[in-house]
């Protein structure tokens, strides 16, 4: 049934998609406020990240690719973990949902096809219900509770759009460690306020047992300005504890870590990993930046780099779609080690570029890790 039905379901699903967010912020209006991206619902990226999530996720179903599903499936369950996602959100999503999707195909939706739909979200809600609460137990907090307040005690510009901030807790004790790679959201409360939140990858402060995130202005944001400008030292600061699927782990395979711009900060907290533990693995860094004074932290990544007795680095300044636009790659004359894993962040037009780069050049498929953060963008990641 869902074969049968994912063509007319596709076809429509950018419109059940709108409908749908429109009937759950009519009915709970408060997930608008505390919990969505405003941004994203502005220029709709967030419609389009339901439209994806479902029907990758059926797509996968009925081909039967569980480690795929199993991929996507942790990928989101990490995000809706560090916002605090709990089980009774998604009856509320669900009754939404299919009264968008009813009332988009009318008589199309049989009884049939109905039981074959809800079938589908059960089994995604299921999941990702079953994870988020295997990580809150893992994190050692109640399910959904995962905020916590922090103060601000450092702060380190880098160029005129990049913020370091160092954080701590307000009592002074350790602060949760985190794996390589991870992030928190971070909570701001906007002037007419209402909540939004965003994710930052977590990076070792020069003091043990606190935090440090790097943030970049974007243009138009209306979160990063706050941090990258409006935060000083003794600003509270309400975080999530750690979450993410993608982390750089141990082993003895060759290690790339790719970037560009604010993306680097993956490879910064991988690189911080490596050098405390004194690693021999070879690694290769590439960085891709407008120029040197707009590269973040370029000074410590190579710091690091130069600790490690087998890591090289690699940068090229140019903007990425001038490269693009003249056939070139970032990974031009870049020689990659043998069989490596790769860790790639960065914007999605640019990680899916050196993706496509990648498996040209021999790489296997699952050797290459990505985060991104924008909604739903895995999967145009894997697109060819």
Not at 111 to 118: F, L
Request: negative net charge.
């Amino acid at each position: 049934m869902i074969e049968a039905t994912l063509p007319v379901v596709g076809a429509h699903i950018g419109r059940i998609s709108e409908l749908f967010y429109d009937k759950l912020f009519a009915a709970a209006p408060s997930l608008r406020t505390d919990l969505f991206n405003r941004t994203n619902q502005e220029n709709r990226e967030q419609q389009k990240a339901l439209a994806s999530s479902v029907a990758a996720f059926a797509t996968l179903l009925v081909t039967e690719d569980a480690a795929d599903i199993d991929a996507i499936m942790a990928r989101i369950a990490a995000k809706h973990a560090s916002l605090g996602v709990q089980a009774p959100h998604y009856e509320v999503v669900r009754h939404q949902l299919f009264a968008a999707i009813a009332e988009v195909l009318g008589d199309a939706v049989t009884p049939e096809v109905a039981a074959a739909w809800r079938e589908v979200y059960t089994l995604m809600a299921n999941s990702l219900i079953e994870q988020e609460a295997a990580l809150y137990d893992k994190a050692g907090v109640r399910h959904g509770q995962v905020w916590r307040v922090v103060v601000v005690t450092d702060v380190q510009f880098d160029g005129a759009e990049v913020a370091t901030l160092t954080l701590r807790s307000l009592d002074g004790t350790p602060l949760p460690d985190f794996l390589p790679g991870q992030y928190i959201s971070i909570a701001t409360t906007l002037g007419d306020g209402t909540r939004q939140i965003r994710q930052y990858t977590l990076v070792r402060s020069h003091v043990p047992g606190e935090w440090a995130v790097t943030v970049k202005r974007v243009r138009g944001g209306i979160v990063s300005p706050f941090l990258a400008g409006g935060v000083g030292i003794g600003t509270e600061l309400v975080v999530s504890h750690p979450f993410g699927s993608l982390v750089v782990e141990d082993g003895d395979d060759p290690l790339v870590l790719i970037s560009a711009g604010i993306g680097i900060t993956p490879t910064l907290a991988a690189l911080q990993h490596l050098a405390a533990h004194r690693s021999e693995r070879e690694v290769l860094v590439v960085h891709v930046d407008r120029s040197t004074y707009d590269h973040p932290r370029r000074a410590e990544t190579q710091a690091l780099v130069d600790r490690l007795p087998r890591a090289r680095m690699q940068t090229r300044y140019s903007e990425f779609e001038e490269l693009r636009e003249e056939g070139h790659s970032p990974l031009d004359g870049v020689e990659l080690p043998t069989d490596p894993q790769v860790y790639v962040c960065g914007p999605v037009p640019f990680m899916r570029s050196i993706r496509q780069t990648l498996l040209a050049a021999g790489v296997s498929p699952d050797a290459v890790h990505y985060e991104a953060f924008a909604p739903g963008s895995w999967l145009g990641l894997t697109e060819s």
